[in-house]
């Protein structure tokens, strides 16, 4: 029950840092005038953050030999990372970030339904119900009413 709720909380610290992250990213591209070199940035320093801290776990960097055998398309991901930065990036200053992050996570759970259900990318399947389908309702209420106020 403990390692659930941590999980849990360190599901909502996650999602709390994005708009955070979000503004600092909107401040650098705008220092420079160009966004998308805030996004190099973030992810320059992230690699940097993330190779460190491969080292404090004392990764086994002999096993990076082993990825040869994931699906090329596993390597997409960073792309899509770097694609989900640059447009939060964009769109945080013209829409606001709350708008922007409505929207985002409306994209989020629309896809995850999905994904679930069909149990995509080798996840477990969990079947869209009807409870489910409110919630993704009730995100696109919240969607309207951010967007209308």
Request: with cysteine; aromatic share 10%.
């Amino acid at each position: 029950m403990k390692s659930q709720l941590f999980l849990i909380v360190l599901a909502i610290l996650a999602g709390a840092v994005l708009p955070v992250q979000a503004g600092l990213n909107v401040q650098l591209g705008k220092s420079v005038h160009q966004p998308i070199f805030a996004a190099f940035a973030s992810f320059l320093i992230g690699t940097i953050g993330l190779l460190i801290y491969l080292f404090i776990l004392k990764f086994d960097f002999s096993s990076i030999g082993e990825s040869k055998n994931v699906s090329p398309w596993v390597w997409t991901a960073g792309i899509l990372g770097a694609f989900y930065v640059a447009a939060v990036i964009v769109l945080a200053p013209r829409l606001g970030v709350a708008l922007t992050f409505v929207l985002v996570v409306a994209g989020q759970m629309a896809v995850s339904v999905v994904v679930d259900h069909y149990g995509l990318l080798g996840l477990p399947v969990k079947q869209i119900n009807w409870q489910r389908m409110c919630g993704i309702a009730l995100l696109i209420a919240g969607v309207l009413l951010i967007r209308k106020y």
